[in-house]
């Protein structure tokens, strides 16, 4: 009897488990296009292509779409600026002085964030509800 593979709930988590192994990171960390993989999602700096240059995917679904990628802004962040946070707290630096660096870095690194925060959705997006 092989009741492990069999169980609903573990195949969900395995499915979920092979999403994020699946995930298409090359083509995130290089700003592309969920869909062809080769299309850059950004014009510029901070302003995005509606549609994909080499696909014609279009990113932004629909009014809103973007805010989902506030969610991966958040753990970005976090994941940015917990080294420093670390490093200060061992040295036993103010909470303040910790603060202060920690929101002067993310000011720095906001348009990082920003790019690679929307690209990860659009790619998360991507896989749940291919288009
Ligand atoms: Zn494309």
Request: glycine share 6%; with cysteine; proline share 5%.
């Amino acid at each position: 009897m092989d009741l492990a593979y069999n169980d609903a709930s573990f195949q969900q988590v395995s499915r979920r488990y092979q999403i994020a192994v699946t995930m298409n990171w090359r083509a995130i960390f290089g700003l592309r296009c969920p869909r062809c993989l080769r299309g850059k999602a950004f014009r510029s700096l901070l302003v995005m292509h509606e549609h994909c240059p080499e696909c014609g995917l279009k990113f932004a679904r629909e009014p809103g779409f973007f805010l989902g990628a506030m969610y991966f802004s958040y753990g970005l962040g976090i994941l940015a600026s917990l080294p420093i946070c670390a490093v200060m707290f061992y040295h036993e630096y103010s909470p303040w002085a910790i603060f202060g660096v920690v929101i002067a870095q993310l000011a720095l690194l906001s348009p990082l964030l920003l790019r690679y925060s929307r690209v990860a959705w659009l790619h998360f997006d991507q896989r749940f509800d291919p288009r």
